[in-house]
């Protein structure tokens, strides 16, 4: 496909994990991206994972990447009500034949919604 | 250290009207990107520049333009404003073409 595509909503009670998928399109994207914004805010990079690893973890935030499949996860252990936010995940869109401009093709976004 | 500053905030144009929405970077970076927010459609990518005087469409590029005339500011132009451009504004930076962005906080835009 051509689009980026994740879930649009998530409810999770706090102190339980949260996981949040996305396909992407492209197998030979180099990183993938997962990006936070809260209410009224721009967007700020969260975490990211290059593509010869399975696995990252960050604290709180695993990553996972099933290139087989093109997709990726963000798990987020002991959610807490300020994980509340809108999830995107993102990865590099080259035209064909030019060379990496940094552009970036955003999924539709995952609201968490964290219930306490 | 402001990262990316976006001005204004807030604007409500007329059908017709113009504007210019202000980005300026002080990471030195030399990317810069503006997207477009809609609810439920993620982030789409109107125009973007690689360095000074450098510019290039991106997926949404009708009704704007853009100039990049120093590493700093990236202003994006809105040239009679229509109802569909009613949205969130976005500038980014990055200092090279993999490292992930720096994002501004967003103009909200309505035009009525």
């Known amino acids: 496909g051509e689009d980026v595509e994740q879930s649009l909503f998530l409810s999770v009670r706090e102190g339980d994990s949260s996981v949040i998928n996305c396909t992407y399109t492209d197998s030979s994207s180099t990183y993938l991206y997962w990006y936070k914004q809260e209410p009224g805010a721009g967007l700020q990079l969260l975490t990211y994972?290059?593509?010869?690893?399975d696995m990252k973890q960050d604290q709180r935030l695993t990553v996972l990447l099933n290139k087989k499949d093109k997709h990726l996860s963000l798990r987020i252990a002991d959610t807490q009500t300020g994980d509340s936010a809108i999830y995107f995940c993102?990865?590099?869109?080259?035209?064909?034949?030019?060379?990496?401009?940094?552009?970036?093709?955003f999924g539709q976004g995952t609201t968490l919604q964290v219930k306490p | 250290n402001a990262g990316v500053t976006q001005t204004p905030k807030f604007r409500i144009l007329k059908i017709g009207q113009s504007m210019t929405l202000q980005c300026t970077q002080d990471m030195n970076h030399n990317y810069m990107y503006w997207y477009r927010q809609d609810p439920g459609m993620g982030l789409k990518l109107i125009y973007y520049s690689v360095g000074a005087g450098i510019t290039d469409k991106g997926e949404v590029p009708n009704g704007y333009n853009v100039s990049r005339s120093t590493t700093e500011d990236f202003p994006l132009r809105l040239e009679l404003a229509a109802p569909s451009q009613t949205s969130v504004y976005f500038c980014?930076?990055?200092?090279?073409?993999?490292?992930?962005?720096?994002f501004g906080s967003g103009t909200r835009l309505t035009v009525v």
């Open positions: 993102a990865e590099p869109r080259r035209d064909h034949g030019s060379s990496n401009t940094g552009k970036l093709i």
């Open positions: 980014a930076s990055s200092p090279t073409e993999d490292y992930g962005y720096t």
């Open positions: 994972i290059f593509s010869n690893m």
